[in-house]
Structures are given as structure tokens and as C-alpha cells.
């Protein structure tokens, strides 16, 4: 049984960091590509950040520069480091497994999701 536990959400002022973790078990988690997606109140779910079993990183244009997703192939977790927060970031953030090795169509897998909140 696949699991995507992810940890780290919480409250933030603007302008302050906050690190996203996601362990996973159930998959062979270096042969999956896998993601950070965010969905706030009223909003589609979007895609923040993807990264492919090779190290291969897209972003979403609102937090490049600020975002950084990276992966640890032995303890089978995958990050988000979140620098520069803004209240635009707020939303319920949910870690991501693909089938493929690089982030390309929709996740199979999803976690339970954390709340991060961004005061300003």
C-alpha cells in the first residue's frame, strides 16, 4: 500500500521560511517522479513544484527563485524548502507520486495534505 505522509506546514509571517517533508512508502521511490501541489479556498489545485527521479526540477513561475524541492533517494522523502513566504502562498500543500520517472501527466498518488498559512 502506497503512503505519502507529508509533515512541516504550519503558520508563517510573510517573509519568513518554512520546510515542507513527504515520506513515502509502498513505491520503489527512486524510479518516481514527485511533487508539491497547493490548492487554496476557491482555487484549482496547481502544481508548485515536480521533480523527476533523474533531479530533473520544473516550477511554477510564482515561486521560482523562492521554492526549492529536492529528494532523498534513501530515506524516501522528498522536500520543500519555502523561503520568502508571501499570503499568496497560503493553501493546503499535498506531496505528489508519479508513474513515469519525470513529472509529466497527473499524480497516481496523493498525501493527506498540510495547511500552510502565511501571515502577513
Known amino acids: 500500500q502506497v503512503q505519502l505522509v507529508e509533515s512541516g506546514g504550519g503558520l508563517v509571517q510573510a517573509g519568513g521560511s518554512l520546510r515542507l517533508s513527504c515520506a513515502a512508502s509502498g513505491i520503489i521511490f527512486s524510479a518516481n517522479a514527485m511533487g508539491w501541489y497547493r490548492q487554496a479556498p476557491g482555487k484549482q489545485r496547481e502544481l508548485v513544484a515536480g521533480?523527476?527521479?533523474?533531479?530533473?526540477?520544473k516550477y511554477a513561475d510564482s515561486v521560482r527563485g523562492r521554492f526549492t524541492i529536492s529528494r532523498d533517494n534513501v530515506k524516501n522523502t522528498v522536500y520543500l524548502q519555502m523561503n520568502n513566504v508571501k499570503p499568496d502562498d497560503t493553501a493546503v500543500y499535498y506531496c505528489?507520486?508519479?508513474?513515469?520517472?519525470?513529472?509529466?501527466?497527473?499524480?497516481?498518488?496523493w498525501g493527506q495534505g498540510t495547511q500552510v498559512t502565511v501571515s502577513s
Open positions: 521533480i523527476s527521479s533523474g533531479g530533473g526540477i
Open positions: 505528489a507520486g508519479y508513474r513515469w520517472t519525470v513529472v509529466a501527466g497527473n499524480p497516481i498518488y
